[in-house]
């Protein structure tokens, strides 16, 4: 029931963007700016105001934190009843793949620093251009998915 819910949400969070709805997300206004108090930095600035290898594995962590499908990938495994060592190497092979997405950065960063930094801008400048593309096709198909998966356990 929650996989239908989730992916009914999600096509219609597609559709909307499809359909023209802004895709630009705007910060937080401050309803009481002080003007005689000096502002300090939030801890969002800060973070992005400087290249730290910590704060990008501490989002990194914080965002590929285990889910409820990793949590039951694990209990799959441990009824399975194959050797520990089977086990063991099945864990670290699918975290290897989980959490590609913060160790290759990492690497990268600790590797070459300036061609890491350089190959992230061009990325995150593609992924700005298409922004609206990338949003209605991954919402789409994983809304679509999700509804597949959760008709198919109605029936």
Sequence with gaps: MIELAAGAL??????????????????RR??????????TQSLHDRALGNDSVWIAWAAGAVYSAPGAYYLAGLALLAKLGAPAVTDVLAILGFNLIMFALIELP??????????TRELTGKLHAWMA????????????VIGTYLLISGLSDLG
């Design 129 to 140: 251009a298409h922004r609206r593309m990338l949003i209605v096709s991954l919402t789409g």
């Design 30 to 39: 401050h309803r009481h700016a002080d003007a005689d108090r000096p502002r």
């Design 106 to 115: 990492l690497i990268g960063f600790a590797l070459a620093p300036d061609r």
């Design 10 to 27: 999600l096509i219609g969070v597609a559709v909307a963007v499809l359909s023209g709805g802004k895709v630009q997300w705007r910060p």
